[in-house]
């Protein structure tokens, strides 16, 4: 049984640029939510997405992204790159809210 | 605003010795806890939960947490570590009828041979 894969590992990009990260659900799972980790800190929550629609979204700007196909996977979009936005990106799938969530290795995002 | 406080960022045990990492969180409401663990090199993992009942709960590894809704805790114990329990360790608060995860800054534990 799979669990939560997240692609790509390393990204690096430039100030300004856009990017995307991609999230497989551990199977059986409906809900997917993201996190970004800075570097010695604790992940913290980006939003979550449910039947394709983000049901909650944590205290990110606009410029964080996302959505939720049909199987469930997920995508994390970032425009206008900045410095600060250079973290890990995680990505956690649940059975609907509530639930505990199952993390994926993350993807760790560099912005020069 | 909600938070989830760590107080203990960086603990160094010998094999054997006793463990507890305290947590506590700011907020009114009912509350799910979690905590999960990062080994080196792997994806965070949870290592135990609580939703509700028996305040005492038990996870992996011998690990345990005792929910004291009094004080807004949820600390960690294992009664004696092993090398292989060396790792980051994060509390985590799911506010009730919300949908994130509040995480703690971490602990990071070493514990030596």
């Known amino acids: 049984d799979a669990g939560v894969t997240q692609s790509p590992t390393h990204l690096i990009k430039t100030r300004g640029q856009q990017v995307t990260l991609r999230c497989s659900p551990k199977?059986?799972?409906?809900?997917v939510s993201w996190y970004q980790q800075a570097l010695g800190q604790g992940p913290q929550f980006i939003f979550q997405?449910?039947?394709?629609?983000?049901?909650q979204r944590g205290n990110f700007p606009d410029r964080f992204s996302g959505h939720q196909f049909p199987n469930y996977s997920s995508e994390l979009n970032v425009n206008a790159l900045l410095l600060g936005d250079s973290a890990l990106y995680l990505c956690?799938?649940?059975?609907?809210?509530?639930?505990?969530?199952?993390f994926g290795p993350g993807t760790r995002l560099t912005v020069t | 605003a909600q938070s989830v406080s760590q107080h203990n960022h960086h603990v160094i045990l010998s094999e054997a010795a006793s463990l507890e990492l305290g947590c506590n969180y700011s907020?009114?409401?009912?509350?799910?806890l979690f905590w999960y663990v990062q080994y080196p090199g792997q994806h965070l993992q949870l290592l135990l939960k609580y939703f509700s009942g028996d305040p005492l709960v038990k996870g992996i590894k011998g690990f345990e947490a005792e929910f004291i809704k009094s004080k807004f805790s949820f600390n960690l114990r294992k009664p004696s570590v092993q090398w292989s329990d060396t790792a980051e360790y994060f509390c985590?608060?799911?506010?009730?009828?919300?949908?994130?995860?509040?995480f703690g800054t971490g602990t990071r534990l070493q514990v030596f041979p």
């Open positions: 907020y009114g409401g009912t509350v799910n």
């Open positions: 199977s059986g799972h409906d809900t």
């Open positions: 997405y449910y039947e394709e629609e983000e049901r």
């Open positions: 985590a608060v799911n506010p009730y009828n919300t949908d994130k995860l509040i």
């Open positions: 956690a799938s649940s059975l609907d809210a509530g639930y505990e969530q199952y």
